[in-house]
């Protein structure tokens, strides 16, 4: 074989063995712990499990998913994107079964990347709506704060949808998620300061639905937000509170 090939082919091997050597860090012994981990009913085992033998793991995880997407929509730290990351994977954890075939490596690789898809996306979206309130007209937005500030409009739209969230759906499981989101906007301001990327994490722990079923009531609740929001607009107040007949 000419020596050209012969170093071409040394290339290749280097590069095999050096994607290999990049998963090590996450291979068959973290996925045994992490179904040890699961099938531990022992507080301090599972916590002895995870320290010893996960965290790192799902740590370097974090970090290559984040550096490899590149992910430009967040407005934090990267050590903290990261942490929120782990934070999550630990969340999910417990679903992940090995009895289906799956490698945690894969599987957590997708819990990871869909989260900072999701919170991405959210960040991006929350950019070109502050960029379209800025771009509204002043005399509007003044218009609007001599009538009342957000605030009161927020407590008068929490009242009509605690009032009227029956009304609203009629399946149990869409209004557990949406007295839930309601629960949340009453703490709004200690949210904002918490981290308000984690709320789709906090509902989705407050009712145990998954995140396209919270997605859904989230989406009809906003219909209902731009209405009674552009009626309080224009006369001070939320003319249907009680009765539901608004919509």
Do not use: C, W
């Not at 990049?22 to 973290?30: A, D, L, N, P, S």
């Not at 954890?93 to 990871?112: E, L, M, R």
């Not at 869909?114 to 937005?141: C, M, P, Q, T, V």
């Not at 300061?193 to 609740?221: G, P, W």
């Amino acid at each position: 074989m000419p020596k050209k090939k012969i170093n071409d082919v040394k290339k290749e091997i280097k590069k095999i063995v050096k994607k290999k050597k990049r998963k090590v860090y996450f291979g068959q012994e973290v996925q045994d712990a992490i179904v040890r981990y699961n099938g531990s009913e022992n507080d301090s085992e599972r916590n002895r499990i995870y320290g010893n033998e996960i965290h790192k793991a799902f740590d370097k995880l974090a970090e290559n998913i984040i550096n490899t997407f590149k992910f430009t929509y967040f407005d934090m730290p990267f050590e903290d994107i990261k942490h929120e990351v782990v934070a999550f994977m630990v969340m999910n954890i417990h679903k992940y079964d090995h009895t289906k075939g799956s490698k945690a490596f894969s599987y957590f690789s997708v819990v990871a990347k869909n989260y900072l898809i999701l919170h991405n996306n959210a960040n991006y979206k929350r950019l070109k709506s502050h960029k379209k309130i800025e771009s509204l007209d002043l005399e509007k937005n003044k218009n609007f704060s001599d009538k009342t500030d957000m605030k009161q409009f927020t407590k008068e739209i929490i009242d009509y949808f605690e009032i009227n969230l029956p009304t609203i759906f009629k399946k149990q499981r869409d209004l557990n998620v949406a007295y839930s989101i309601i629960d949340l906007m009453k703490h709004i301001d200690e949210i904002e300061n918490f981290n308000k990327k984690s709320l789709y994490i906090l509902i989705r722990e407050m009712t145990d639905v998954n995140t396209s079923h919270i997605t859904s009531v989230v989406n009809v609740l906003k219909k209902h937000y731009k209405k009674i929001f552009n009626e309080y607009y224009k006369s001070g107040t939320i003319l249907s509170n009680k009765t539901g007949s608004f919509f």
